[in-house]
């Protein structure tokens, strides 16, 4: 089951936000990390990511972390169907005379 967490930490600089991508990026299932500046938010999409021991790891790290939210990642349902495309035939057949010209 892919689960979204968001979690928030404290991002005072460049490298605050550099150790909380690592340390995220490392944990057991993620697949992808992202982090919002404004918010002081850092969101991971994984197949089975622990979100306590993850919480864990980054409040070693930065000194503060919260588990903001989780939740099931659902695949949208609403698939449309492949409809192929028919393309005509780029060469015209002229009518050709009976005796090989062509009648234009």
Do not use: F, N
């Not at 968001?6 to 982090?35: N, P």
């Not at 918010?39 to 790290?61: F, R, T, W, Y």
């Amino acid at each position: 089951m892919k689960q979204k967490i968001v979690m928030k930490v404290q991002l005072k600089s460049e490298k605050c936000r550099t150790k909380a991508l690592k340390i995220a990026a490392v944990a057991k299932g993620v697949s992808k990390v992202s982090i919002e500046m404004e918010k002081e938010h850092v969101e991971v999409i994984g197949d089975g990511v622990d979100a306590v021991d993850l919480a864990k790891s980054l409040k070693k790290k930065l000194g503060y972390a919260t588990i903001v939210s989780v939740e099931e990642v659902k695949k949208p349902d609403d698939a449309k169907p492949v409809v192929p495309i028919e393309w005509t035939p780029s060469y015209i057949h002229y009518p050709v005379h009976y005796d090989g010209y062509y009648l234009w």
